[in-house]
C-alpha cells in the first residue's frame, strides 16, 4: 500500500473471566486506520466494537485478556507500560465518550481541565497560555461566550455543549487520531447533528484520522470513508462506505441494512427483521456467530467459523456461503454511479 | 421575506381523519410541574411539561408522538392514563371524561388503556415469573387464577413467546423477549388503546424491527389503537397514520404520515426531519442539513410567543410577541407557526434570506 497505515491493528483478542464463565468479547480483530480518513464500526450491543477501541488504549479492567497487536505510529499498544501509555493517549490519539458528564470531573472548571491536558503533555505552557488555548478551543467547538463559558462547570453545560467540549478537550493537543465511541447516543437528533458537524470541522481542522464507533447506520453513511461491520466479536464485513451499503455481501450486513425503517422508505413497507437475538458473549454459538440467526445457512457454518474473505476490491467478508448468496436487489443506478 | 405572509386561517380546525370514530378527545390539556425550594418547600416556579394541548385520536389508528427529549410527549402519555395526574383540561375516552371519574371507575377505565414503557428490564418485577407478571392485571380486575393462567399462554403465544417459557424469569429473556412480555401484559385486559412510550428504543436494530411488527400485526388482529410516543423519526414515520410533532409541551404540527414528511409546514419539524441521519452514503452527504443552533430553552420558563422562536431560523419580531395557534393549513395538516413554510420550499433556501433580512433589521 502507498500511504502508511496510522494503526495496524493485528489479531487483537480480548476475554474475560467471569463469575458466569468465560467471556470473549473480541475474537482476532485484524484492521488498519489509514492516515486522516474515517473509519467506522458499526455493530449491536455485545459485538465488540467498544471493547476492542478501549483495548487500544490500555482502558479495561485488570481482568481483561488481551493479545494480540495494534501498531500506532510505529510503537505496540498492547502491553504498553502505562507510563508511557499515559504519553500517547490524550496526546497522539483522543478518545470521545458516549456520556460527556462521567469524562469530566465535577469538581473542576471546563477550562481546568482542558487547560490541564495541554499543560500535562507540554509543561513549558503557562497555566495563563492554556487557558487562553482552552478558550479558542471552546469557540472552535461553536461554544458561544467561550470566554465566560471556560470558568464554569461541566453540570453548567448542557449534553450537547458538553459533547463539544470534550470534543474540545479531544483536539487540544492535535491528536493524530481520535476514537469516538457513540458520541451522539445520548443526544436529541438537532443536538446530534450540532456535535456531528462539530467533530467533522474539528478533524479537518486536525487532519486527524478517526474510528467512529456506533449502531446507527445512518450517521455512518454519512460520514466514514470505511466502515467496518462487527458481530459477535468478530468482523463480519468491511470496506468502502458505498461499496458496503449498496453491495453489502454478508447476510448480517444485508440483514441490518434490510430491518432499519427508512425516513424515505416505501409507504407501507413491511420490515425485514433478522429472526433471533444476538449471542450473549458468554454463549457463542458454534461455527459462525451469526449462523444461528442466518436465512443462508448451511451445514458448513455451525462447524466452522468462516473466515474474512476478499470479495472485492478492498472489500471483505466473513461467510462460507459467499458465492452462492442469491443477488441483491440493489439500486442499480446507484451502484453504477 | 415578503412573500412569507402569515397565513389567514382557512377553515376552523378539522377532527382528524381516521379509520372510524374517535376514541380519544383531549382538549386544551395542561399537565405543569411545581418547583418547590427552601425550608418551607414553597413553590417557587412551574414546568409547563404539557402546555396546551389539543387533539383526538381515532379508533385503531396509530397516532405518532415525536419530540427531543423534554418535549413534554412521555409526560402526555401519562397524563392520558392519569398516570400523572394532569392539571387541567379534557381527556375523554369514548366520550366519559377521564379526568373527573372516581378512581374505581378509573381503575376500571385501565383495563381499556394501557400503557407499554421503554425500559423493559425496569418495568418487569425480576421476582416474578412471566406467567405471573401478566397474569397480574387480570387478577387486579377480578378474574379467576385459573382463567388468568389459562389466558397468559395464548397471550405469550400472540407475542411470539413460548408458553412454556412462562415460569421463567425476567432477566432470563433477552431486551426484545422482554419487551415483548411487556406487550403481552399490555394486551391482557384487553384494551382498545395502548400508549407505547418509547417502545423499541432500548432495543438492538435487528430486534427493534421484529417489534415493530409484532405490534403492527397484534393492531390489525386486535382493532387496536395506538398511541406511539418515540423520538425516532424513521420509527415513528414507518408505524403512525397521523404524527404529532410536539416541542415544549406543544404541538408545533400535526399531519398525516405522507403530508407531514412530504410537505412539512413547522421550521421545526423541517429542522428534525433533516437532522435525522438516512442510511444512504450518497443521499446523506448530498443533504442540505439545517443545523439549529443552541438548546431546548427551559421548560420552566419558556420563551413568550412561540416557543420555538429562539431556535428558528426565520422568526420575527411577531413571533416572540404573539403565540402561532395550532390551526388548520390545508386537508390533514395542522400548523402552529405564523409564517407556515410551503410545499417545495425548504428552510434550508429561506435561511439565508432571513439571516439578511434580520441582520439589515439590527443595522
Redo the contacts between chains.
Sequence with gaps: MAVENLLTIDNLSVAFSTKRGYASAVRGLSFDVRPGESMAIVG??GSGKSVSALALLGLLPRSAQVTGSAIFEGEELIGMPADQMRSIRGERISMIFQDPMTAFNPVFTIGDQIGEIITTHDSSVSKKAAMGRAVDLLQTVGIPNADRRVNQYPHEF?G??RQRAMIAMAIANRPTLLIADEPTTAL???????V??TLAEAQAETGAAMILIT????????VADRVQVMYGGRVFERGV??DV??KPTNPYTR???Q???????E?D???????G??PSILRMPAGCAFQP?CVFRTEVCADEPAELELVDEDHWSRCHNTASLPPLEVDAE?VS? | MSEQVPVEEVAPAPLPSGNGAAILEIKDLYTHFPIRAGFFRRQVGVVHAVDGVTLSVAARETLGIVG??GCGKTTLGRSILRLIEPTSGSVRFRGEEVTEVSAERMRALRSEMQIVFQDPYASLNPRHPVNDIVAEPMLIHGQSRSAAIARVGELLDAVGLLPEHGNRYPHEF????RQRIGIARALALEPSLIVLDEPVSAL???????V??LL?DLQDDRELTFLFIA?D???V???SDRIAVMYLGQIAELAD??TL?ARPAHPYTH???????????????ARK?I???G??PNPASPPSGCSFRTRCPIATDLCATEEPPLRALGPGQMVACHYPIEPGQSLVDLVPKAAGATAGALD
Design positions: 449491536e450491543s448542557s450537547g455543549m436529541d437528533v438537532t443536538i446530534q447533528a450540532q456531528m458537524e449502531h446507527d447506520l445512518g450517521l455512518v453513511a454519512g462506505t458505498r451499503y449498496y440483514g441490518l441494512l430491518s432499519i425503517p427508512r425516513l424515505d422508505g409507504r413497507h413491511r420490515l425485514a427483521p433478522i429472526p437475538t444476538p440467526r446507484r454511479q | 427531543e427529549s433477552s431486551g426484545g423477549q438492538d436494530v435487528s430486534v427493534q424491527a421484529q415493530i411488527n403492527e423520538h423519526l424513521s420509527v414515520r414507518h408505524i404520515r405522507e414528511y429542522s428534525l426531519l433533516s437532522a435525522v441521519p438516512v442510511a444512504d452514503p450518497d443521499l446523506e452527504r442539513r443545523v439549529l443552533q438548546d431546548l
